[in-house]
């Protein structure tokens, strides 16, 4: 089953906090409600709350995404289109001598949104200069575009604007030395903040206006043990021992002043301390077969004693995959075997997708799928870190008493 079925209990098996799982999703949308995340207790408490962090998602404007985080009024968002962005580029032919035409050859999909003609000569066209998109016709010129005279087209000027990944665009000069500019638009997937605390439920639903198919998503969902300074600003309740320990600390005063407590990436940052030259890799494997039914082993990395390993991104080639191949990343982590198992289908071989896993004895990366598949191509950052009192006190680890306080109360000692 992939993560979806099983978040809860991969919420529930998370050790060493903070952990931020990849949550990865792919699925044919029905018309109207499609429930994709639904969390409550005891999965989610006060002592392990979740946090969203960032969402990506194929664009469409047709469906609506809506989050709800302990069902509160204040913890609800509704939003369309969440992360469709889009990048402009204008495409230059140069001075195209009469008649000639450019080629070029689109290196992603696009749409063309605006063609600029200028006849470069010294007398007016005869014949029109034009845009074509695979063979067809986008725009053409005036066929009596004057001398040194510039053409603007655009909106319901344009036919045949999508321009597929690798389709010939050409650029057709007039009758006379020409000058074409295509701008066109692409759209760039990017990671959306999308933050909210849940303690008590969390629910995740997209709404479509009508049937979507192969609908990919992520989100990242980092689970927490909240440290002192975090409950106070998060307003979690505190223990006795944490009432001391912030009384000791000045713990209070600090989350006032806005001192505490450190975003978890910061926080990461100052605590986790990479291991010189040989801190932080990428590894990149192909899986020449996958055999239908069975977990293929690719990557399998131990740390030294004084280390931890953290499995920081994960990605795949989703390309000529189905739905129902069913195609999987597995992780185990330690002895959780098959911790996690990803949804390759979902992924995009040009993104890593975020994620934070440490591990103490091993990280295993394997390839599973309902159908015989060769060639897969999977990429993940393992970064190597120094195991340090502070780090073995936040895991559970035996710890010296200084490690182990500060790591309560959500300070760097």
């Known amino acids: 089953m992939p993560i979806q079925d099983e978040l809860p209990t991969v919420i529930r098996k998370a050790r060493y906090f903070p952990e931020l799982l990849p949550f990865l999703h792919a699925q044919d949308l029905a018309a109207g409600d499609n429930s994709i995340i639904t969390l ?23 469906v609506l995404l809506k989050l709800k985080a302990d069902r509160e009024a204040t913890h609800e968002l509704e939003t369309i289109s969440l992360n469709a962005r889009a990048d402009y580029l204008p495409v230059a032919s140069g001075a195209l001598p009469a008649s000639d035409t450019f ?7 696009c749409t063309i949104i605006h063609v600029t003609f200028h006849n470069y000569a010294g007398a007016p066209y005869t014949a029109a200069g034009s845009v074509t998109n695979a063979g067809a016709v986008v725009v053409s010129s005036s066929a009596t575009l004057a001398a040194d005279t510039i053409e603007e087209k655009e909106g319901a000027d344009l036919a045949n604007t999508e321009v597929a990944e690798n389709a010939a665009v050409n650029f057709i000069a007039g009758d006379q030395t020409s000058f074409i500019v295509v701008t066109i638009a692409r759209k760039v997937n990017q990671l959306t903040p999308l933050e909210f605390l849940s303690t008590r439920s969390l629910s995740l639903v997209l709404n479509a206006d009508a049937i979507v198919t192969d609908y990919k998503m992520y989100l990242g969902i980092w689970v927490v043990k909240p440290s002192v300074a975090e409950k106070l600003l998060w307003g979690l309740p505190l ?17 006032e002043k806005g001192i505490l407590p450190f975003p978890i990436p910061y926080q990461i940052e100052r605590e986790f301390i990479a291991l010189g030259p040989f801190g932080k890799r990428t590894y990149a494997e192909i899986v020449a077969n996958v055999v239908s039914g069975q977990t293929t082993p690719s990557i ?9 390993l953290v499995l920081e991104s994960v990605t795949g080639d989703n390309a000529a995959l189905t739905l129902a191949n069913n195609a999987q990343i597995y992780v185990t982590r330690d002895d959780d075997r098959d911790y996690l198992k990803l949804p390759v289908f979902a992924m995009d071989q040009a993104y890593d997708f975020p994620c934070w896993i440490p591990a103490l004895r091993k990280l295993e990366i394997g390839y599973y799928a309902d159908a015989n598949l060769a060639n897969r191509y999977i990429r993940v950052v393992i970064g190597r ?4 009192e502070l780090i073995k006190a936040r895991f559970g680890q035996p710890a010296t008493v200084e490690a182990i306080e500060a790591a309560k109360a959500g300070v760097i000692p």
Request: no cysteine; net charge negative; aromatic share 6%.
């Open 300 to 308: 399998t990395i131990s740390p030294m004693s004084d280390e931890v």
């Open 40 to 62: 409550t207790s005891p999965t989610l408490s006060q002592d392990i709350p979740v946090l969203t962090d960032k969402f990506l998602a194929t664009p469409n404007a047709n």
């Open 239 to 255: 223990s006795s021992e944490d009432k001391a320990l912030s009384l000791k600390r000045g713990i209070s005063d600090s989350v």
């Open 103 to 109: 080629k070029w050859i689109a290196p992603f999909a």
């Open 385 to 388: 870190y120094k195991l340090s």
